[in-house]
């Protein structure tokens, strides 16, 4: 079996970002926290049925691929939440993690979802979503003749699935294990070898599109520095070696400097310069940013004066080590 770690995306990342340092005064500021609470909500119910893969008992070869992002002929793009293959069929897995009473209507092509304080709104249809995504997977799987199944899962508990067409499955979360068992009876039949399994899933990972973030938006928006995560990132702290403390409450960290130049390298530039990091994170002297940038051995371009540091991906992952390291 092959379970592909599904990783936070990076519009996830973007928007915790510009959740932190956005000011309260900005136009946009209610629509990115509403942006933010449904990418979020997204992502939790996606974490919630990847533990159901890892419960699966399938004795024969398989791969479970998160968040596959394609592009079609006509240049448009798939994002498959998650792809099921072995060598019997293949599942297309649509998540929503939504609350509430679901409608999905197969003629306006919408779900509507009906609060539990009565508020209506309108959501794309996951089961036309999903339908799409097969019709593509047909077209570019045409060499390994392999069965297209979609499905549609809930993954909050509390949402309640009322009508719907009888086009594609959908369920809760916790009938994952039964729709597949079932599937396995329906096509007991492999129709590829192993090797042939292991081709496509890789070929298909081929194709993945990498993942770009948002446009920047203007710095004078958003706070700079190192911001208090106990003071709601409102006041900025300060920085002596290596220690960074709030002046407000006095909190004292040396790790939030990471999550800190993530939020620099998603909302301004991926790159920093010693001259950038002493504006951004307010730090007075060239010396004590000088040794902040080498101390984390970031790769760099240029020379001595005109040093250019590239941060890299995961930078917080990244970066932890270095906190222990002195
Ligand atoms: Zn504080």
């Not at 959740?19 to 974490?47: I, M, N, T, W």
């Not at 938006?217 to 958003?222: G, Q, V, Y």
């Not at 760099?300 to 590239?310: E, I, M, P, Q, W």
Request: charged share 20%; aromatic share 12%.
């Amino acid at each position: 079996m092959t379970i592909a770690i599904r990783e936070k995306p990076m519009k996830l990342i973007w928007l915790e970002a510009l959740k932190r340092r956005l000011l309260e005064e900005d136009p946009d500021f209610s629509y990115y926290h509403e942006q933010f609470r449904r990418v979020d909500a997204g992502f939790a119910g996606e974490k919630k049925v990847d533990r159901e893969w890892l419960e699966l008992v399938y004795p024969y070869t398989f791969f479970v691929l998160h968040n596959l992002m394609l592009m079609n002929s006509a240049q448009h793009s798939h994002q498959l939440d998650t792809l099921f293959i072995c060598a019997n069929f293949m599942l297309v897995v649509e998540i929503k993690n939504m609350n509430g009473r679901l409608d999905f209507d197969d003629i306006t092509h919408q779900c509507i979802r009906t609060k539990p304080d009565g508020t209506v709104e309108g959501f794309p249809n996951a089961l036309t979503q999903t339908q799409r995504h097969m019709q593509f997977l047909k077209v570019i799987s045409q060499n390994y003749s392999l069965p297209i199944e979609g499905a549609v899962i809930i993954a909050n508990p509390s949402a309640i699935i009322a009508s719907h067409p009888n086009t594609i499955p959908i369920f809760h979360v916790s009938g994952l294990q039964k729709h597949l068992h079932s599937l396995l009876k329906k096509y007991p039949q492999a129709f590829l070898s192993d090797k042939q399994l292991t081709q496509f899933a890789q070929q298909l990972l081929s194709r993945q599109l990498p993942s770009k973030i948002p446009a920047p938006i203007d710095p004078s928006r958003f706070r700079q520095g190192v911001l208090c995560p106990k003071c709601q990132y409102k006041p900025q702290m300060h920085v002596a070696r290596g220690i960074w403390t709030c002046s407000r409450c006095h909190y004292t960290s040396k790790a939030i400097f990471a999550e800190a130049l993530q939020d620099y390298q998603y909302l301004v530039r991926p790159t920093i310069t010693n001259k950038q990091l002493r504006e951004f994170f307010n730090i007075p002297s060239s010396d004590v940013a000088n040794r902040l940038l080498r101390k984390f051995q970031f790769p760099f371009t240029g020379s001595n004066k005109d040093r250019v540091y590239h941060l890299p991906e995961n930078l917080i992952e990244y970066m932890q080590p270095f906190f222990h390291s002195s």
